[in-house]
């Protein structure tokens, strides 16, 4: 069993930053693809950033440069600082990764349950 917990959502006030974090447990073999994908009210959810297991990363063209992407694959944890926030990043922000639990089985994709963060005066 994989299980993805989420934290650091919360209230911020536009121009403000937040961190969210993200950590895989269970059974895990390798993790490869970390990512965050966002959901707001009435929009398909849509990605963030990717990251993979050697550190190589992708953006989506709103959030270059004020977003980065991050893990630590010690802890099987990826990070998303989120600086200079705007109100329409006001979204429930999910992590994703891509797991093999063990050497000899395709990898799966897990979600987290989301995390809202709110970007408002």
């Known amino acids: 069993q994989v299980q993805l917990v989420e934290s650091g959502g919360g209230l911020v006030q536009p121009g403000g930053s937040l961190r969210l974090s993200c950590a895989a447990s269970?059974?895990?073999?390798?993790?490869?693809?970390m990512g965050w994908y966002r959901q707001a009210p009435e929009n398909q959810r849509e990605l963030v950033a990717v990251i993979n297991y050697a550190g190589s990363t992708n953006y989506a063209d709103s959030m270059k440069g004020r977003f980065t992407i991050s893990r630590d694959n010690a802890k099987n944890t990826v990070y998303l600082q989120m600086d200079s926030l705007r109100p329409e990043d006001t979204a429930v922000y999910y992590c994703?990764?891509?797991?093999?639990?063990?050497?000899?089985?395709?990898?799966?994709?897990?979600w987290g349950q989301g995390t809202q963060v709110t970007v408002s005066s």
């Open positions: 994703n990764a891509e797991i093999k639990t063990t050497p000899w089985m395709a990898q799966n994709d897990y």
């Open positions: 269970g059974s895990i073999f390798i993790i490869n693809n």
